[in-house]
């Protein structure tokens, strides 16, 4: 986060982030990356035999005809456009050959290694995407429309697999689609790279939110991104000292201008939710903090509300540190965004226990965050920085997965999003 002077000396705050990610779940993973990503591309290409005359205007389609290439560092790439790609780390479609090659010593077998086989076959159906555009004659396009297109291309056709109808994959788990989100995460930019960069694909919390799109809303949704109906929310480093910085603040300065800033936005903002003026909240160290009987935790014992004494409890010497050296300062923003949500919900009689609860606390969470992105109030104390909303994607994956019948991180980051893009009103 960066700080910046307001009215009466308060600072305004924002971050950027290196990005841990958190360990997925463990599962055994029986396949050979090599089967998973030979399956993955002819259940993908079933996919668009039927799909791709609902978005051509009836056209058939037209299978990739170079054929799909696994190379290593002894057997690089054939070459694309007149030009060897020498060995990386990569997978990429090629338009001039009309293929799909994919580094299959390292990156495909760490990738399934690391977060399952389902990613591969998101990976898969991302660059077949690719060959999507260029069959509907959409390639004269800004490179990060082009990527964000693919990812949800690839959505569409993940939501195919969630429906039963994949021969690849079986209906995949709560855990299996926060893996794969995971994943994403991992193949995001790195935080201030301009959008219009040459070669840009997005920041995590863009990129997910394409692939989202197409889960929810299907290819034809994909379709139709063109530069000027795309939200795309990384931008560059405003100075060199904030890119030095990586965008954080020292820790001691988030943990205050965050929850000072929490509580500046619920004073202002409550009041239009609900006719009732705001009540100020407590925040302590939840080593020092009152005993209380029925705690609301964002993360077990250690950041919760008590709604009975009216005091926000939060781990500053374990999981506060812990945030900001594996994540970054958004991290600790996303705990304290969901610690302010679950008061508001209180406070309005609502549930934050229930899988729709729990939503609305992450999207109110967000309309926070949006405030911050926003920046068009005169008390306002914090600003973002790039890879902010990349680091708040990492900490709902890494505390808020599904378990306990409650709703997975995929939904949950949906619906922070909501409140990021909308603000207050989409989550009442």
Known sequence: ??????????????????????????????????????????????????????ISGGKKFQPVTGGFHPYTENSTPLECGGQSAGYQPNAFYCP????????????????QEDYGPLLLGVVM????????????????????????????????????????????????TAEQLDDTVAGILMLRDQPGTPAVAEGAHGNAFDR??????????????????????????????????????????PYADAVNLLA????????????????????????????????????????????????????????????GPQLYDRIGDYAVGMVFGDLFA???????????TSKAGQLTVDCLAGSWTNDQLTGDNKDQRIRLSPGDLDEAVAALLAYGKAGNGGPSAFDRIFAYRKGVLEGTGVCV
């Open 125 to 172: 159906a991302h660059e077949y995407g690719h060959a999507i555009q260029a069959r509907l004659g959409t390639t004269d396009q800004q490179t990060v429309v082009l990527e964000q297109q693919a990812d949800c291309f690839a959505g569409a056709w993940l939501a195919d697999v969630q429906a039963g109808r994949s021969t690849a994959f079986k209906k995949p």
């Open 1 to 54: 986060m960066r700080a910046l002077r307001v009215v009466a000396g308060v600072m305004a705050l924002s971050v950027a982030g290196c990005g841990l990610v958190p360990a997925p779940s463990e599962e055994p993973r029986p396949q050979k990356a090599s089967d998973v990503v030979t399956k993955s591309l002819d259940d993908v290409e079933r996919y668009w035999q039927g799909q791709y005359p609902k």
């Open 342 to 352: 679950r008061a508001v919900q209180d406070r309005r009689g609502e549930s934050t």
């Open 96 to 111: 001039d050959g009309d293929y799909i090659a994919w580094d299959a010593q390292n990156l495909i077998p760490q990738l």
């Open 260 to 319: 000072q800033d929490a509580q500046a936005y619920w004073t202002r903002t409550f009041p239009d939710i609900t006719d009732e003026q705001w009540q100020p909240i407590r925040v302590v160290d939840s080593g020092q903090a009152p005993d209380c009987d029925k705690p609301d935790a964002a993360v077990e014992d250690q950041a919760y509300y008590c709604p009975e004494q009216n005091f926000i409890a939060f781990d500053t010497e374990g999981l």
């Open 208 to 249: 997910i939110r394409a692939f989202q799109e197409g889960v929810q809303q299907g290819p034809a949704k994909c379709a139709g991104y063109e530069a000027d109906n795309l939200q795309v929310t990384e931008v560059p480093f405003s100075t060199q000292q904030e890119a030095d910085s990586g965008g954080d603040l």
